[in-house]
């Protein structure tokens, strides 16, 4: 999904500027550095240590040092330590824990015992991961530490259970094994902390620092329904849209509701507003702030003008429809909340950004815009290949004098263009149904089956071109069958612009990362 591809840039482009002029100052550092003659015997030393490998120009590795740092300062009085290890001065250290990118971070529990760390690279995380690995899987709570254990982290989801309910006991041990990384467990059997609660046992009874504080299972005790209650109780009912949690949001397959706002007051105070309406509409919808002084080109994806916020739009992630509300009206919980309900009811039509229609087709390659992409690409029985291409890639201009050839191909023999279409759209200008990686993008739809387009992964010769589409193609036209055969030899392989890979981690050499973040960009 485009869209999606673009934001994820757009918010790590962020999130590197932001970050780009870390600390280097040497102020008095929490974090121990090790090298081959002191790792072992440090791990050996520390029940539990994250460990983070790293290159000092890796730029991920710089955006992440304030944080770890950060994290390793509030570790300390728990006696946790976060250690770092440079690969460029440590290569063989850093071969034998296999580290192939930076920055990896890793969980030691003596030099034998390696985990990967799976939490995001906030300091806020860190901490929080930290603390539950340095915890059984099951806190015991009594009525001297309850009150306190309720806040020890964002989330914190407590079981009681009635000392001879085995069953009760082994479920909730076992699904709280299995989510120990991602949320804090405690239980106990004490009835009268549960009367304290208002409950009766067995009960599970989930803690957060927000929203309406707290919430009761009151479901069948099963690892996964406990699981999806768990996922829906801890999701913020007004949450914020960031780098941590934006794939979250995108991955959830129910619609996404953006209210973009350039301070963090207006934030507040709009997600206020809107907590209602999210509360009707919880599992239907995710509503969620996003910070406009930073992520507002995200906007334009959207549909809205970029420059006038504050904003509101759904996306329905599954289909990639977009919904901007009218800009010149005032958002409010409102009139916004019966827009909301009207999107979820099918009552709106989704917003499609397309050029308008070319009145005439100059030269043989078809240009297709959103508006006529139904007609020229879906609704007709001809053989479409069509090209997604953006104005700024390279590949695709280097492309087109060969494209136009093809195109030719067809487009001059009238029995041949009443079969084949060449065509090439602005994935850019236009919205478009198709999921598309990167550009250019070629696809074949073939007549009788446009809803199983074939993507073209060849060189891009003129030649090869035209085999695809007589061999993919319904009609199996053969472009060259009536004219000399050109034989036409220019592989180039490696044409395709990788936009989609979202590269948290930095490959090892150097000059390859500084390339993939230009490609970024
Ligand atoms: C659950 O079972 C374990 C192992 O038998 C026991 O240690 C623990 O106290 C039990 N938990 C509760 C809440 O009864």
């Known amino acids: 999904m485009r869209q999606f591809v673009s934001f994820a840039l757009t918010l790590l482009a962020a999130s590197t500027v932001t970050s780009a002029s870390d600390a280097k100052g040497d102020t008095v550092s929490d974090v121990v550095s090790l090298t081959k003659d002191t790792f072992e015997d440090f791990m050996k030393e520390h029940d539990l240590v994250l460990a983070e490998f790293f290159a000092p120009w890796c730029g991920h590795c710089k955006a992440l040092a304030p944080k770890y740092e950060e994290a390793a300062t509030e570790l300390k009085s728990k006696n946790i330590p976060l250690v770092k290890v440079d690969c460029t001065a440590e290569e063989e250290l850093c071969r034998d824990y296999r580290i192939e990118g930076y920055p990896t971070l890793k969980i030691f529990r003596g030099p034998d015992s390696v985990k990967p760390y799976l939490g ?27 009150e306190e254990f309720k806040t020890m982290d964002k989330i914190v989801i407590i079981g009681y259970i009635s000392s001879d309910d085995k069953a009760a006991n082994e479920t909730f041990t076992s699904f709280a094994e299995s989510q120990r990384d991602n949320y804090l467990f405690a239980a106990t059997n004490d009835p009268a902390l549960a009367k304290a609660e208002d409950i009766s046992q067995p009960s599970i009874v989930l803690y957060k620092d927000f929203d309406e504080k707290k919430a009761v299972y009151d479901g069948e005790l099963d690892k996964d329904a406990i699981l999806g209650w768990v996922k829906t109780a801890s999701t913020p009912l007004v949450g914020e849209i960031d780098p941590e949690t934006y794939s979250e949001y995108i991955t959830a397959s129910i619609p996404l509701a953006y209210i973009f706002a350039e301070t963090k007051e207006e ?135 060969k494209y136009e050839e093809l195109a030719s191909l067809y487009a001059d023999v009238p029995a041949l263009a009443s079969k084949v279409t060449v065509a090439k759209i602005d994935a850019t200008t236009n919205d478009v149904p198709d999921s598309i990686q990167g550009f250019p993008t070629i696809k074949l739809f073939p007549a009788g089956s446009k809803d199983s387009p074939v993507e073209y992964s060849g060189p891009r010769s003129v030649e090869d071109l035209a085999n695809f589409v007589k061999e993919q193609g319904t009609h199996k036209v053969d472009a060259f069958a009536a004219g000399d055969e050109k034989a036409e030899e220019e592989a180039d392989a490696t044409l395709t612009v990788s936009i989609s890979s979202k590269a948290t981690s930095e490959s090892a050499a150097p000059t390859e990362s500084e390339k993939a973040d230009h490609d970024e960009l």
């Not at 995001?120 to 530490?145: D, F, G, H, I």
């Open 120 to 146: 995001a690279r906030q300091s806020e995380a860190l901490v929080s991961y930290m603390v539950k690995q340095s915890l059984p899987a099951v806190s015991t709570v009594n009525p001297e530490n309850l």
């Open 267 to 401: 934030r507040e105070k709009l997600a206020e507003e809107f907590r209602p309406i999210a509360e009707k509409h919880r599992g239907a919808i995710n509503i969620a702030t996003i910070d406009a002084s930073i992520f507002g080109p995200h906007a334009g994806n959207l549909n809205l003008d970029p420059q006038n916020f504050p904003a509101f739009a759904i996306q329905e992630t599954t289909r990639n429809a977009k919904y901007p509300y009218d800009q010149s009206k005032e958002i409010n919980a409102e009139d916004v909340g019966q827009f909301i309900e009207d999107v979820l009811n099918g009552k709106v039509e989704p917003s499609i950004k397309s050029e308008p229609i070319p009145e005439t087709q100059e030269g043989p390659v078809t240009v297709v815009v959103a508006h006529s992409y139904k007609e020229l690409v879906i609704d007709n029985d001809k053989d479409v290949l069509l090209e997604f291409y953006a104005p700024w890639c390279g590949h695709c201009k280097a492309l087109a004098p």
